[in-house]
T-cell receptor, first 113, second 112 residues
């Protein structure tokens, strides 16, 4: 079955630390990849997406993600986190020819001020 | 663009009752999705509409669940004979083709 695996359920960092959240998806052909973020008390929103082309994708608020096809991975990175990055982050994948997007279980990030 | 609206925000119902949720997508979006999310999990796909046509429905859904999108505008999700296991956050999302979802704030259902 198609699935998305996020490596960490909870991550705690201090401000200015670097962030990398792991994401792997199961093989199923050509994919579109997404990261969504949910800030406390807010709804899910799109952080960045990859469809094709440059495997290094830049999103909002200084986030970026790298698609490594050989590893079926789409890890999220940020060089220096801020307290305001405290949120839950969801990796998601859709497969070409399919309609739905499949989400990982999420990673809760807490940034200490 | 007023975003995706969901109503109600919260619903508490007794086991065995029927409930209906509404979703108003972004008007320019042709795709509408329903997802369910429980604590500690990511959103789980329920069903998908392209315009007014329901093109995919999760095999996880029982026959107690039904969704409609008349005229390709708003959508409703009905759960009949609710069970405690139906307690969850029900999320609606819309998109233009597959360019990424815009989510609503969700309807939190509690079955007592």
């Amino acid at each position: 079955a198609q699935s998305v695996s996020q490596h960490n359920h909870h991550v705690i960092l201090s401000e200015a630390a670097s962030l990398e959240l792991g994401c792997n998806y199961s093989y199923g052909g050509t994919v579109n990849l997404f990261w969504y973020v949910q800030y406390p008390g807010q709804h899910l929103q799109l952080l960045l997406k990859y469809f094709s082309g440059d495997p290094l994708v830049k999103g909002i608020k200084g986030f970026e993600a790298e698609f490594i096809k050989s590893k079926f991975s789409f890890n999220l990175r940020k060089p220096s986190v801020q307290w305001s990055d405290t949120a839950e982050y969801f990796c998601a994948v859709s497969y070409t020819g399919g309609f739905k997007t499949i989400f990982g279980a999420g990673t809760r990030l807490f940034v200490k001020a | 663009d007023t975003g995706v609206s969901q109503d109600p925000r919260h619903k508490i119902t007794k086991r065995g009752q029927n409930v209906t949720f509404r979703c108003d997508p972004i008007s320019e979006h042709n795709r509408l999705y329903w997802y369910r999310q429980t604590l500690g999990q990511g959103p789980e796909f329920l069903t998908y509409f392209q315009n007014e046509a329901q093109l995919e429905k999760s095999r996880l859904l029982s026959d107690r669940f039904s969704a409609e999108r008349p005229k390709g505008s708003f959508s409703t999700l009905e759960i009949q004979r609710t069970e405690q296991g139906d307690s969850a956050m029900y999320l609606c999302a819309s998109s233009l083709e597959n360019y990424g979802y815009t989510f609503g704030s969700g309807t939190r259902l509690t079955v007592v």
